[in-house]
């Protein structure tokens, strides 16, 4: 039997301490603070790369059916590499991936403006960025698991990004603008150096480790995994939803005559902001499932007044997108490690990106092929009904029940 003073010898000395214990919100840690200018400074980088079907419909000469398969590559690699990236995160390695993916990025962005055919370089390139996507956005996640409690991860989550949310606007416009005037290569070049900042920050970043706030839940009877489907479900529709939206608006734009398509991403900035700083913690308290579904239906929305695009009706549409993306993303990341256990926390968050990007490959390569036989306006019709069904999945799922022991 050990005494008190005995007892208190036995404990770890060297243990890191996560600073979610030291301070009374994420606002007030220096670590959240951080991670939020990292996320700004990858948001540059990634807000850049949602351009990329225009750079294949104006540079590369490329139609809708190889947009498709060329925004399908860092999809297909994301989700080849989210097990091996969960596996890792559940290990703890959550900077490593971050610094990781930050330098994937920044690399493969600097060099994709030197493209100039649509060949085996370019396909390439997209999926080192897609590698580069899955391990710095695990990693942010899996680091948000360790510094906020389990209450508050649906505030934590918006928080995060709308911080990379922030730069949709100027990121796609500055963007846009510089390809006009100083042409692809530096536009990407700038967003490739943003990447790089993002690579300075991560690895300034602390080993931390998490409080039992932040990990303890609960153990869950079997009637979880109805849940967990459902949230698999809801994840591949958002997926698609985002992708088609933003992949297939941008050559159908252009098509009936529009010169700039950056208006969309300033419209899906404006809401998207709005509804993670204004309402952040609204689906922790009126619950992250129905937030999900009901952001699900606005996708579908979306998607349904996109089969009616208007030249001029870029911004108005990207109102509408940003509301469903607003919601929905950190809604389904609270919900998928709500139940997960401490030490699989990295392999949810990895699963829900997986999910998204099984949803948003079969968007933009079957809706490429779609827009080749059918038109762009059919083609989001069978989008929103598609969304329509997640969001019926998850809507429909109950609530599973916490085991007794």
Request: proline share 4%; aromatic share 8%.
């Amino acid at each position: 039997m050990t005494t008190p003073s005995s007892s208190r010898s036995l404990r770890p000395l060297a243990a890191p301490v996560a600073a979610s214990a030291l301070y009374r919100s994420e606002w007030s840690n220096p670590h959240f603070r951080r991670l939020l200018v990292l996320q700004m400074a990858f948001g540059y980088c990634f807000s850049a790369l949602l351009l990329v079907p225009k750079y294949a419909d104006t540079w590369l000469g490329a139609n809708a059916a190889q947009i498709g398969q060329l925004q399908a590559s860092p999809v297909i690699i994301g989700i080849l590499a989210a097990p091996l990236c969960g596996r890792w995160l559940d290990r703890g390695a959550w900077r490593q991936a971050i610094i990781t993916g930050a330098l994937l990025i920044a690399a493969s962005t600097m060099a994709f403006g030197a493209i100039h055919r649509l060949d085996a370089a370019a396909y390439l390139l997209r999926g080192l960025q897609g590698l580069g996507n899955t391990l710095l956005l695990g990693g942010t996640g899996a680091l948000i698991t360790r510094i906020v409690a389990r209450e508050h991860h649906a505030r934590a989550f918006g928080t995060v990004g709308a911080a990379a949310l922030m730069m949709n606007a100027a990121a796609s416009s500055a963007t846009e603008w510089l390809a006009e005037t100083r042409g692809w290569g530096m536009a990407f070049e700038v967003a490739g150096f943003c990447a790089l900042l993002a690579l300075g920050i991560s690895a300034t970043m602390p080993a931390l480790a998490p409080t039992p706030a932040t990990t303890t839940a609960a153990p869950l009877a079997t009637s979880a995994w109805p849940l967990r489907r459902a949230v698999d479900t809801g994840a591949a529709a958002a997926g698609a939803g985002f992708a088609t939206i933003a992949t297939f608006t941008q050559p159908f734009a252009l098509s009936l005559g529009a010169n700039r398509v950056a208006t969309l991403f300033v419209g899906y900035t404006v809401t998207a902001l709005f509804v993670r700083i204004a309402f952040g913690g609204v689906a922790d308290r009126v619950g992250r499932r129905r937030a999900a579904t009901v952001a699900l239906a606005i996708y579908a929305l979306a998607a349904l007044l996109a089969s009616q695009l208007r030249p001029g009706w870029l911004f108005e549409l990207g109102l509408v997108f940003g509301l469903a993306h607003g919601i929905a993303w950190p809604a389904l990341c609270a919900l998928a490690v709500e139940h997960a256990p401490a030490e699989r926390i990295g392999s949810a968050l990895a699963r829900v990106q997986a999910l998204f990007g099984v949803g948003s490959l079969l968007a933009v390569w079957g809706g490429g092929f779609l827009v080749e036989r059918v038109g762009y306006p059919l083609t989001f019709v069978i989008t929103s009904a598609t969304v329509s069904a997640g969001a019926f999945v998850l809507g429909s799922a109950g609530a599973p029940r916490r085991s007794a022991g």
